[in-house]
C-alpha cells in the first residue's frame, strides 16, 4: 500500500516563501519519480515540477527560478521549496508518484504518468 501525505501548507503574503513536505510510506523514493501539482479553485490541475529516479528535474514556466523540488532519499520524503510567493500561486498542492523513470524527461508535469496521489495541502498567498 503505499500513502503519500503532504504538509507545510500555508497562507502568506506575496514575496515570502514555504516549504511543502510529501512523506512517502510503502516504498524507496529512489525507485519512484515523483511530481508536484497543483489545482486552483475554477482551474484544472497543473504539473508545478517533477524529479526522476535519475534526479533530473523539470519545471513549469511560471514557477521556474522561485520553486525548487527536492528529495530526502534516507526520510522518503519529497519537499517543494517556493520562494517569492505570488497570488497566482495560490491552489492545493498535490504530490504524486509512479514506479520507475519517467516515460519522458518532459512528461513528468503531466498527470497521467502518476499512479499515487496524496491528499494536498492548501496554499493561499496574499497580495
Known amino acids: 500500500q503505499v500513502l503519500l501525505v503532504e504538509s507545510g501548507g500555508a497562507s502568506v503574503q506575496a514575496g515570502r516563501s514555504l516549504r511543502l513536505s510529501c512523506a512517502a510510506f510503502?516504498?524507496?523514493?529512489?525507485?519512484?519519480?515523483m511530481g508536484w501539482f497543483r489545482q486552483a479553485p475554477g482551474k484544472e490541475r497543473e504539473g508545478v515540477a517533477s524529479?526522476?529516479?535519475?534526479?533530473?528535474?523539470s519545471y513549469a514556466d511560471s514557477v521556474k527560478g522561485r520553486f525548487t523540488i527536492s528529495q530526502d532519499s534516507a526520510k522518503n520524503i519529497l519537499y517543494l521549496q517556493m520562494n517569492s510567493l505570488k497570488p497566482e500561486d495560490t491552489a492545493m498542492y498535490y504530490c504524486?508518484?509512479?514506479?520507475?523513470?519517467?516515460?519522458?524527461?518532459?512528461?513528468?508535469?503531466?498527470?497521467?504518468?502518476?499512479?499515487?496521489w496524496g491528499q494536498g495541502t492548501q496554499v493561499t498567498v496574499s497580495s
Open positions: 504524486a508518484a509512479r514506479a520507475g523513470p519517467l516515460a519522458t524527461f518532459l512528461s513528468g508535469l503531466m498527470q497521467h504518468e502518476y499512479k499515487y
Open positions: 510503502g516504498y524507496t523514493y529512489s525507485s519512484y519519480s
Open positions: 524529479i526522476d529516479t535519475d534526479g533530473r528535474t
